[in-house]
């Protein structure tokens, strides 16, 4: 024990003397944290919109005054020909368009139904069919509207009444979606760059040797080389949970126990992955690119930017061996839902096996190379 703690001692200090390490450590992760969780943002605004009224009656310009009055248009022009919209579209000004019959408002007044044309730029799906869904939720308000002038109060309501509610995030803020699941990917970020370009410094120096012929076991070097990491990523944790709580107001519905207990178990994964990759590695730019492969993977595949759900079959499969996935999952359901320890049990048996399977892989390829 007291040599690990002498090992520990000597990580911390060549931690703290590194000037370049230690912003990267305390500072880079919460500036990541303030800028990913402002750019991440799944609400699409300003969206452009193209007008093409061949009818320029009281109704049309009542429908085209109701998208200017929404918060996620933008009129950028109108004209009377589509191929002027759709020339707009092609150049990228415009993100669709709205084009309006001649005989828009007879037909409503005569037959009490008229069409229009919605024409969207589905370069980008997932705004393509938000701007649609907004655009048509829109045109079914004015679609009542007309219908209460016409027929009276009550004619244009659905006789169904639906009442909505959100659970764990009432008003659908996206920051408290998103922040929990960019914590996880700063926190893996720092295990795993960290911990693999730590041991394979050793090797780059010729320290590795020395280090091999001396009394130090290799469980308490692995120990001591790992353990500071651990420390810094928990309190880089916590440091972004404050952060969290002060600029984005997330709800701490569970316990934060609950929630640090899992990211010990967590990071144990991590580091281990960190520790084999140094054991396969012979600088610390190969170190690097090897962990960013993995990393890249786990972060597209753990549901943080789209839901595992939506996710091919096979794909959800590979998904369950993703560790990433789990905490991600983990922290939203502790933090938002207030989810028990026996709601996450299946979570952390997981990544108890994972540790168990890394680090006994890593520390066995360690000896052999060594």
């Known amino acids: 024990m007291r040599t690990i703690l002498f090992i520990i001692r000597k990580e911390f200090v060549q931690i703290f003397r590194h000037r370049v390490m230690l ?3 305390f500072m880079m992760p919460i500036i990541q944290l303030i800028i990913l969780a402002h750019a991440a943002d799944y609400e699409v605004r300003n969206i452009n919109l193209f007008i ?4 320029l009656s009281q109704y049309s310009s009542r429908l085209v005054g109701k998208f200017q009055a929404s918060a996620h248009f933008n009129v950028v022009g109108s004209a009377f020909s589509s191929k002027t919209a ?3 579209i092609q150049q990228g000004d415009a993100d669709l368009f709205l084009e309006i019959p001649a005989d828009f408002q007879r037909k409503l007044l005569r037959d009490n ?3 229009l044309q919605l024409s969207v730029d589905a370069v980008n ?3 393509a069919g938000l701007a649609n869904a907004y655009a048509t939720a829109i045109i079914q308000d004015f679609n009542e509207e007309i219908r209460t002038e016409a027929l009276g109060p009550g004619a244009g309501k659905l006789p169904l009444s639906i009442a909505s509610s959100n659970w764990f995030n009432p008003e659908l803020n996206y920051f408290t979606f998103m922040v929990p699941g960019i914590l996880v990917l700063l926190v893996t ?3 795993m760059f960290l911990s693999g370009m730590n041991i394979v410094k050793e090797k780059e120096i010729g320290t590795i040797e020395q280090i091999n012929v001396t009394p130090i076991r290799k469980y308490q070097f692995i120990i001591g080389k790992l353990l500071p990491f651990w420390v810094i ?3 880089e944790l916590a440091f972004g949970l404050l952060v969290g709580w002060l600029i ?5 519905v569970g316990s934060l126990w609950l929630v640090f207990g899992f990211a010990a178990l967590y990071l144990l994964v991590v580091l281990g992955m960190g520790l084999f990759i140094s054991t396969v590695t012979e600088t610390q730019q190969q170190a690097m690119f090897i962990a960013w492969f993995f990393l890249i993977i786990f972060i597209l595949m753990s549901g943080l930017f789209t839901p595992i759900e939506s996710m091919p079959p096979w794909a959800q499969h590979i998904t369950r061996f993703n560790p990433v996935a789990y905490f991600v999952e983990v922290m939203r359901m502790v933090l938002l839902k207030g989810s028990g320890l026996m709601d996450i049990k299946r979570h952390i048996l997981v990544m108890l096996g994972y540790a168990m399977a890394v680090n006994g892989l890593a520390v066995w390829n360690y000896r052999k190379r060594s």
């Open 52 to 55: 093409v009224d061949h009818d």
């Open 23 to 25: 912003p990267l450590i």
């Open 125 to 127: 799906g997932v705004k």
């Open 86 to 88: 759709f020339d707009e």
């Open 233 to 235: 990523a928990n309190m």
């Open 248 to 252: 984005f107001d997330i709800p701490f």
């Open 113 to 115: 139904g008229a069409g």
């Open 189 to 191: 970020l720092v295990g």
